[in-house]
């Protein structure tokens, strides 16, 4: 009966692997969701409540201007509370737009609500929230114990009556008008940012987990199937003579057999077979004769560890060279046999392994993608979160800018007039009619400046959006090109002295993404900046339509290193790059290509070494089929 022979896979290696990994993951998920998520949440609250007194602050500014006009004499106190309450209720801010201040006084009577008209000019004293907190009661003891300060309560959702929220705050006095003006945020807002943060974290962790788990299996596997190897050799070599001989014809592994002079007495049916030499041509050959010189003086050295009474058993990682001058990478091991005193004969075995280590580096290889490809996605979401906290101080910079222009516009009647009858006007150091000159311009700047900080936020959230496209929006490639090179100017400014960029006029619309067309013209001049390798080389874009074919193109060309025939035949494969040494992970080419083709187009590549690289994008006009693969 035939005994059949299965690789034992240890217990205790899986739970010693397994184990740590798992509490490691778990303690990390804990401290996440038990220490970090709490601490982000209270983070963001405190930021909120910074947000709404600095935006009270600036709706008492505004109050105090109609009350100095008032103090003038411009216009009367009432007209004065009258465009002071008419302003402040047409104020917005927040992502939606739609949030608001009010007014009440301190009796308390509403003054101003924009989204509850029906409670102006009613008494509001016993006015209650659904928990039956009378919070109009509640704002007037904050006032006048610190005169401002933070009330939680409930109202409704912004203009929506029917939503009852929980709310913060932050309430001011005004004395001299006896008024009480609010502002608030809905603690909701804070609760769905931290709710999708924990969705993100969630599945990031689940996917870690199992990546960890595969490779952990892998590793118990590999290390057991070793290790069983490595005992059967060694047992193999205890048995006789004639068995010692049939079992080292017919084993896979290399085994050779020199004396003290390093001459070769014995080599195996594998070495001749894996090597090309026969037993006549390996008569008198020297080991050293099989080993090349890089490798000579470690193979020295594992010979010299090995002693008459001590073998030399650790495997070692070394190179043979075959008979068509190639090489192989090996597993060996040295042994010393039991010899006369007149030679000394040593035993060394070998495993091909140059197929594992080919394995090993692109396991490795890939491992490093994927690592990469998460960090793309993290990256993307850390754009967004960075552009949605820009928004706050940015809407509140805009909003005093506002102020300011509302301002300057009404106060320069009264400095005009106090100039003409005085002659004799400074603010700071600056004549008034200097001041008169530049002040429109630097509220222009002021504004001209957030609104660009706004545009940029809003194409940095485009540019990190994780969403499926949508590929219904009519889209004009002269604009998504201008919008992508205005992303990364600075790049091309390092990369290149010399860049040009041909717009097409009455350039055809298309159906798509724009975004996401933006993505493949980003990646194709990062790509060309990169493939310049010297600032007084040129790169040149160029859109346009072709008539005949009812096409829209752009060209991408760069005057760089060029490609090879193999590396262009590849370029567009996933996970093939020509800059691994840089950290290029083989992706933007293989994702810009699937891009294309979901709007019906052809992404191709013309380049040759030393001559730069032409990309060319071929996209269908509105209305029109999509484009079938063709080289252009």
């Known amino acids: 009966m035939k005994t059949s022979h299965k690789t034992p896979l240890p217990d205790a290696v ?25 601490k982000v949440e209270a983070h963001l609250m405190d930021r909120k409540r910074e947000m709404i007194h600095a935006l009270s602050e600036s709706a008492m500014g505004s109050i105090r201007y109609y009350a100095k006009l008032a103090e003038t004499g411009a216009i009367s106190t009432a007209e004065a509370k009258l465009q002071a309450a008419s302003h402040l209720k047409s104020l917005r801010y927040g992502p939606d737009g739609k949030d608001y201040f009010w007014i009440n006084d301190t ?5 101003m609500h924009p989204y509850r008209p029906d409670l102006v000019g009613q008494d509001v004293t016993d006015t209650k929230d659904p928990a039956g907190k009378k919070l109009f ?21 912004q203009d929506d009556p029917r939503r009852i929220f929980s709310k913060i705050s932050y309430v001011q006095e005004y004395p001299q008008w006896h008024w009480i003006v609010g502002t608030g945020v809905y603690v909701e807002d804070v609760r769905t940012q931290i709710a999708a943060i924990t969705e993100r974290m969630t599945f990031i962790f689940l996917g870690i987990l199992a990546v960890i788990a595969i490779l952990s299996v892998y590793v118990v596997w590999q290390g057991a199937t070793g290790e069983t190897h490595r005992r059967e050799i060694e047992e193999s070599l205890k048995k006789s003579e004639h068995k010692y001989r049939l079992l080292a014809e017919t084993a896979r592994e290399i085994i050779l057999l020199f004396n003290s002079d390093f001459v070769i007495t014995y080599a195996n049916t594998a070495w001749t077979r894996i090597s090309g030499y026969s037993q006549g041509e390996m008569t008198l050959c020297s080991i050293y004769d099989f080993i090349p010189a890089g490798h000579t003086q470690l193979f020295k050295e594992k010979i010299n560890k090995t002693t008459d009474k001590q073998s030399y058993d650790q495997f070692f990682e070394t190179e043979l060279i075959l008979k068509n001058k190639t090489t192989i990478t090996v597993e060996a091991s040295f042994a010393k046999m039991e010899a006369s005193s007149e030679d000394t004969t ?21 491992q490093e993608q994927l690592m990469q490809t998460d960090k793309m996605v993290s990256l993307g979401t850390l754009v967004s979160g960075v552009a949605h906290e820009i928004n706050n101080p940015i809407s509140s910079v805009m909003l005093n800018i506002q102020v300011f222009e509302k301002f300057w516009r009404a106060v320069r009647p009264v400095l005009d007039n106090h100039y003409n009858l005085n002659q004799d006007l400074e603010i700071g150091t600056m004549s008034y009619p200097q001041m008169r000159e530049r002040m429109p311009k630097l509220l222009q700047f002021s504004e001209e400046g957030v609104e660009r900080v706004k545009r940029i936020v809003g194409d940095l959230k485009d540019f990190s959006g994780h969403k499926p496209s949508d590929l219904r929006e009519t889209v004009n490639l002269n604009e998504v090109v201008e919008k992508a090179m205005g992303l990364i100017s600075s790049l091309t400014k390092k990369a290149t002295n010399d860049l040009r960029i041909d717009y097409s006029e009455n350039l055809p619309t298309l159906q798509g993404n724009s975004q996401r067309l933006g993505q493949v013209v980003i990646n194709l001049v990062v790509n060309g900046c990169q493939a310049l390798g010297e600032t007084k080389r040129p790169l040149h874009l160029t859109t346009g339509y072709l008539e005949e074919s009812e096409e829209i193109f ?24 020509t800059k691994r040494d840089s950290n290029g992970t083989g992706l933007g080419l293989s994702i810009s290509d699937t891009i294309i083709r979901n709007h019906g187009g052809w992404l191709d590549f013309k380049s040759q070494p030393g001559q730069g690289t ?15 693969g063709r080289m252009i």
Do not use: C
């Not at 010693?16 to 220490?35: A, R």
């Not at 009796?107 to 003054?111: E, G």
């Not at 032409?614 to 079938?628: H, K, N, W």
């Open 14 to 38: 899986p739970a010693k692997i397994f184990m740590p990994v798992l509490l490691s993951m778990f303690l990390f998920i804990g401290t996440f969701f038990g220490y970090i998520l709490p």
């Open 346 to 366: 040593f035993l060394m075995t070998a495993r091909d392994i140059t197929e594992k280590k080919k394995i090993e580096a692109q396991a490795k290889m890939h």
């Open 137 to 157: 009661q509640a704002f007037l003891e904050t006032v006048k114990e610190s005169g401002g300060g933070y009330v939680n309560y409930h109202w409704q959702w």
């Open 614 to 628: 032409t990309a060319t994008i071929l996209l269908p006009r509105y209305g029109t089929d999509e484009i079938q």
């Open 554 to 577: 752009l060209e991408v060309k760069d005057f760089g290193k060029g490609m090879t025939p193999e590396e262009l035949s590849r370029i567009k494969d996933p996970f093939y790059t």
């Open 107 to 111: 009796h308390p009577t509403m003054i």
